[in-house]
């Protein structure tokens, strides 16, 4: 099958919200599994409350596929696929005593690429003229900056 080139901002924009789309659900089956792997309660607490958050970040990102005038559907998110195959395999091959700590390390590393996405959808919103869109992704964007310091805050207590 041929792909479709994207040729204008709003449908590069439109790809990319689709990709974000796919990396929500990635999130929430890694720390499905990264709270599986932790061992320590407040560890496991912040993985929990970052899912309930992640749901609400969906529930943002499916009102900007609204605000935008677009259907909600997915496109893929090699990334995000690749991060969750690497704390798997690095959960795999480290032991028990070791997990906090690779749990820690690798939902941070997911943290930060989902920043990176979030960052880039705000300037493409605000560029294709939404403030609306831009303001939810804003929100978006807050929530894992905020799950990103408190990551490595616990990471630095448990290796301290
Ligand atoms: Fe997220």
Do not use: W
């Given at each position: 099958m041929t792909q479709q080139k994207l040729t204008t901002p709003?449908?590069?924009f439109h790809y990319q919200l689709r990709s974000a789309r796919t990396m929500e659900d990635h999130s929430l089956e890694a720390l499905d599994v990264l709270h599986g792997a932790a061992k320590?309660?407040?560890?496991?607490?912040?993985?929990?409350?970052h899912a309930d958050e992640t749901?609400?970040?969906?529930?943002?990102l499916e009102q900007v596929f609204g605000l935008m005038g677009f259907d909600v559907t997915t496109a893929p998110s090699p990334s995000t696929t690749g991060i969750s195959?690497?704390?798997?395999?690095?959960?795999?091959?480290?032991?028990?005593?070791?997990?906090?700590?690779?749990a820690l390390a690798s939902a941070l590393g997911n943290e930060h690429f989902e920043i990176s996405a979030y960052q880039g959808l705000i300037?493409?919103?605000?560029?294709?003229?939404?403030?609306?869109?831009?303001?939810?992704?804003?929100?978006?964007?807050?929530?894992?900056?905020?799950?990103?310091?408190?990551?490595?805050?616990a990471l630095q207590e448990l290796l301290s």
């Open positions: 709003e449908e590069l320590d309660a407040k560890i496991k607490k912040l993985f929990s409350h749901r609400e970040q969906i529930a943002k195959k690497q704390a798997e395999s690095l959960l795999e091959r480290s032991d028990a005593q070791l997990h906090d700590c690779v300037l493409q919103a605000g560029s294709l003229g939404s403030a609306d869109a831009a303001k939810l992704l804003e929100e978006n964007l807050d929530q894992e900056t905020h799950t990103s310091e408190e990551l490595r805050a």
